[in-house]
């Protein structure tokens, strides 16, 4: 069997809990090989972003050119693109090289609060990007934002909002419940047929949640070319991510909402000071 190599197309955080740095740690996790394209550096930490600073679009059509030109990749996970240009470039690269199992994270929001997408770009990730993709992961707020509509607060209305991501164009959506008040934090999949899942898990009491949808999104990029379907790569990719929440409280990488524990199964337990 040979390795699968994903690649991972976001922004970087310098805290390592969030973007492609926490993209990697999930590739190697969950036994892909991983390779990354910076699409923005950040002036980010626990605490907040204190700045941003998009790479310009042609360096990102450069490093996807060079490196797609070269290797073979089994999955993409796209994150934070920051402006038109960079999804421009983006999109040119999945229709020049034909990517496969592509998980759209449409990032738009920080944990924080602070925005990441420039309001002109959200347009180009509902025309462009979406339907380019074979999943995308929306929370609830950023799948109110791609339809125009308001934030929805329960099972049934996300099932019925999921459904016009669907006619929106998007091939799959993993419509994300952690917004939901609860015990347990449950996620939907809609598939092309209209078939929905739900995928449920305990909600973890800790406040270090940061990165949690940059790591449930490459955890299935990471998953998908090892495993038989996209159903299959999300419940094991949830279980993943439950267990990095349960076991984020062994880290001390922060003052603010710290980053989840990508490597809870390797490495020995350790109880905060």
């Known amino acids: 069997?040979?390795?699968?190599?994903?690649?991972?197309?976001a922004g970087s955080d310098p805290s390592g809990g969030a973007g492609v740095q926490a993209d990697l740690k999930t590739f190697s996790a969950l036994g892909g090989y991983g390779m990354a394209v910076v699409t923005a550096l950040t002036a980010q930490s626990t605490a907040g972003v204190?700045?941003?600073?998009?790479?310009?679009?042609?360096?990102?059509?450069?490093?996807?050119?060079?490196?797609?030109?070269?290797a073979r990749v089994d999955a993409v996970k796209i994150g934070m693109l920051a402006d038109t240009g960079v999804i421009r470039a983006v999109v040119k690269a999945l229709d020049t090289h034909e990517l496969p199992h592509v998980v759209l994270d449409p990032v738009m929001v920080a944990k924080s609060g602070d925005r990441l997408l420039s309001p002109d770009a959200i347009e180009a990730v509902r025309a462009d990007l979406v339907p380019r993709a074979d999943l995308i992961t929306p929370n609830l707020p950023e799948a109110a934002e791609l339809l125009g509509e308001e934030e929805r607060h329960d099972l049934s209305a996300m099932r019925e909002q999921a459904?016009?991501?669907?006619?929106?164009?998007?091939?799959?959506?993993?419509?994300?419940?952690?917004?939901?008040?609860?015990?347990?934090s449950t996620d939907l999949l809609v598939s092309p047929d209209g078939v929905s899942e739900t995928f449920s898990a305990e909600r973890i009491a800790t406040r270090n949640t940061h990165g949690t949808g940059c790591t449930l999104s490459s955890a299935i990029a990471a998953l998908r070319p090892q495993r038989r379907g996209f159903s299959e790569a999300v419940r094991e990719a949830k279980d993943y991510l439950t267990e990095a929440l349960r076991h984020a409280d062994e880290l001390d990488a922060g003052r603010g909402k710290g980053p989840v524990h990508h490597f809870h199964r390797w490495w020995p337990a350790a109880e905060r000071p």
């Open 163 to 184: 459904g016009r991501l669907v006619e929106l164009g998007a091939t799959r959506v993993l419509l994300k419940g952690g917004h939901l008040s609860g015990q347990s």
């Open 1 to 9: 069997m040979r390795t699968c190599n994903i690649l991972s197309i």
């Open 50 to 70: 204190a700045g941003v600073q998009e790479v310009p679009s042609e360096f990102v059509s450069s490093q996807l050119d060079t490196l797609l030109n070269d």
